[in-house]
Every structure is written in structure tokens, then in C-alpha cells.
């Protein structure tokens, strides 16, 4: 299955996205971490996905090719990415994040059920409880950017990518080199996360899959078990041999998981029984 890289307009920025399984009837969107880009997280999966679905992974607003928002607010990047799929004339979308953009899947749902229908977790969605002193750092000028800029450089490092992965052989010179170069846009969605407000909607009211690669060091199972906790009616599946991005190190379970999720959602297994079913064949 062929995949397009494109650039849209969103409300006036430029956007890079892929897309993938153009004509399926169900759309997935794709919602990369802190470390890469869209292409980055998920591309090895793209295919083996658009054999089911309609694809599209856009570049979050200061990765990639995608401009940056004038003023980074988790507010105005859940708008944003409400936007991107009104441009593409994208009705309802099963939403599936990774990492930071976990939490932006998460929000973005909780605000938006009558666009998402499903939505999916991977190794990240939990909703920080920062201590005020944190949003204080955020508004010193100087300091701040002092702050988030070493955070972004510290998160990309080699040494904090071999905690995310069982396997060090993905982190291959290319892979590195990638996520060094996102290491402002990291900063930026820190920063976003930090010094502005989180929304009141932070509870998914829709099918909740949560992903979560054992092996990870940095988001470790606990967490994983506290935002299962926080989402009630929620699945926990654990994937073994597996670190911060399932998409990467076992593609082949994370697409069987999806696709399995998803079925289950479309085609009760008691047929016999009344019940919504969530994901209709439906345009776009």
C-alpha cells in the first residue's frame, strides 16, 4: 500500500502529514511523541495499517515540516488537530497516540466523542499533576527556555533512548540523528504541557485501548496502570519484549492489536445481545 507525504493548510500554517489507504472506510489518525516525527513513529507500520484503514499521520505543529503554533497551548494544539481533520474532511477518526502524544489523543477524545469513536494509548496518556512551582519556572524569561531547551536535549540523548527500547538495535545513527533534530519541538510540547492549563475534559468516554511495551524504563507499567485507573471501562495490554514505541520494535503485534481492538468494536461477539456498535463503515 502506497504512501503520500502531503502538506495541507491548517488555519493558516503549513502542515506536513502521510497518508496512507486512501478509499478505506475507516480513518486512523496517528499521533507521534516528542522524539521524531510523524514519519519517524510511525512509518514501518503504515502499510501493514492501510491494509485495514484510511491513514493519516500528521507532523504535530513544530516538527517536521509543520509550522509551529504562534502561541503553544494544549488548548490551541487540541484545535488544531480538530482542524487538520476538518481539512481533510474527516468526519470521525479512531485516534491513536504514542508517548507525549498519548496525552494530546487522550484530551483530544475526552473533548471531541462525537469525533472519535476509539481511541488507543501507547506508553503515554497519563495526565501530569505538576507542582506550582513548576508553572512558576515556566514564566521566568530566560530561565524557562533555559529549562525546557535541556529538556528536550536531555530526552533525545542516547542515554535516555536506550531506557525507552529493549532492543538498542533500533536505535540505529539514523534513528538518533532524528530524534536529536526534535529535540526543540520536545521542548516545545513540554513547555505547552507545563505553562498552560489542562483541559476539563481528560476522561475518554469511548473504547479505551491501552498499549504499553513492558520493557519501558521511562514509562514504566505503574503509570500504565494509574491512567487504567483514571479511564474507567478502560483495557490495559501489556506487550512483552517491548519498550516505549510497540509501532517499532514489535510492528507486527502493535497492527494485530489495533486491528483486533477495532473488530471487536465493529462486531460484538454476541450478536444476540443489544449494544452500540462503535465503529460503523462510515465516509472519510
Not at 27 to 34: D, E, K, P, Y
Not at 118 to 145: H, T
Not at 183 to 206: D, I, K
Not at 210 to 233: C, F, R, V, Y
Amino acid at each position: 500500500m502506497e504512501t503520500s507525504d502531503k502538506l495541507t493548510r491548517v488555519n493558516g500554517l503549513s502542515v506536513q502529514f502521510l497518508e496512507a489507504g486512501e478509499g478505506r472506510p475507516r480513518t486512523l489518525l496517528l499521533i507521534h511523541g516528542g522524539i521524531g516525527d510523524a514519519r519517524l513513529h510511525w512509518e514501518p507500520a503504515l502499510a501493514a495499517l492501510a491494509e485495514d484503514f484510511h491513514i493519516l499521520a500528521p507532523d504535530l505543529p513544530g516538527f517536521g515540516k509543520s509550522d509551529a503554533l504562534p502561541r503553544m497551548q494544549t488548548e490551541a494544539m487540541l484545535n488544531w488537530i480538530k482542524a487538520f481533520l476538518e481539512s481533510q474532511a474527516v468526519e470521525q477518526a479512531v485516534v491513536i497516540g504514542n508517548s507525549l502524544g498519548g496525552l494530546l489523543a487522550r484530551l483530544f477524545a475526552a473533548a471531541n466523542p462525537q469525533v472519535v469513536p476509539a481511541v488507543i494509548l501507547m506508553n503515554g496518556g497519563g495526565v501530569p499533576d505538576l507542582p506550582g512551582f513548576f508553572r512558576l519556572l515556566e514564566r521566568i524569561p530566560g530561565v524557562s527556555q533555559g529549562i525546557f531547551y535541556m529538556l528536550g536535549k536531555t530526552a533525545t540523548s542516547p542515554a535516555t533512548l536506550k531506557t525507552m527500547f529493549h532492543t538498542e538495535a533500533r536505535l540505529t545513527a539514523d534513528f538518533l540523528k532524528q530524534a536529536k533534530a526534535a529535540g526543540a519541538g520536545y521542548a516545545r510540547m513540554m513547555r505547552m504541557y507545563v505553562g498552560s492549563p489542562m483541559p476539563v475534559a481528560q476522561t475518554p468516554l469511548m473504547p479505551t485501548l491501552i498499549l504499553w511495551g513492558a520493557n519501558d524504563q521511562l514509562a514504566t507499567l505503574k503509570e500504565a496502570e494509574a491512567i487504567k485507573a483514571s479511564i474507567p471501562g478502560s483495557t490495559l495490554t501489556e506487550i512483552a519484549d517491548c519498550g516505549h514505541m510497540p509501532q517499532l520494535e514489535t510492528m507486527d503485534v502493535f497492527v494485530w492489536q489495533v486491528n483486533t481492538f477495532l473488530e471487536k468494536l465493529r462486531r460484538p461477539t454476541q450478536t444476540n445481545r443489544p449494544g452500540a456498535k462503535m465503529l460503523p463503515n462510515i465516509p472519510g
